[in-house]
């Protein structure tokens, strides 16, 4: 989960947004770049942060896997961990920082994982907004109630996900619901993943 604050206080900065009120009406929205910088676009997104974080990247990562848990701490100093469950994206195309990072020469491809994001983040915070500028697909989201710690978010079929056995499909490429069989190792550790 991802430590945030209800309130943007000190580091705690970067938020996590419902979608816009003119989602709908443009397509596609702004883009990662101009929600930084257009002022037509920050007044959009203006009442619309559920919670923020103290890590950009966090809000990335969440917005790549779609949802996440997230530990908010609320004004009151009260903590509660709830859901951030997928409600819409900006119609703009996804870009893979980590490829971002290896075209620039930054990273080599062994060294694209999160980890290495990271840290390539922490060594050059100025060029961080680039990298993250580079994916300009933006994920928005709805907040859910955690009733049942065990049980994953529900995909786009309703259902809840499980752990180390769900996978993101295109719907364009292959059928909602499709069994699918993975033969594949663990990313990190190269061990043989079994289903």
Do not use: C
């Not at 779609?66 to 709830?82: F, K, L, M, N, P």
């Amino acid at each position: 989960f991802v430590e945030a604050s209800r309130v943007s206080r000190g580091a705690q900065r970067f938020a996590f947004h419902a979608p816009p009120a003119d989602l709908a009406t443009r397509k596609p929205w702004f883009t990662r770049a101009q929600m930084d910088t257009l002022p037509v676009a920050q007044a959009a997104l203006r009442g619309r942060e559920i919670a923020y974080t103290a890590d950009p990247l966090d809000v990335l990562i969440l917005q790549i896997q779609g949802s996440g848990r997230a530990r908010i701490t609320e004004a009151d100093g009260r903590v509660q961990t709830v859901r951030l469950a997928f409600a819409g994206h900006n119609d703009q195309g996804y870009v893979s920082v980590g490829r971002w990072l290896i075209d620039q020469g930054e990273l080599k491809p062994n060294e694209a994982s999160w980890p290495g994001i990271r840290e390539w983040a922490r060594k050059n915070p100025q060029r961080a907004p680039q990298m993250l500028h580079a994916n300009p697909r933006v994920v928005f989201f709805r907040e859910e109630p955690l009733t049942d710690a065990a049980q994953g978010p529900r995909g786009s079929q309703g259902v809840a996900l499980t752990p180390e056995r769900s996978i993101a499909v295109d719907p364009s490429a292959m059928q909602l619901g499709t069994p699918v069989w993975l033969a594949t190792t663990e990313p990190l550790t190269a061990t043989p993943f079994a289903p």
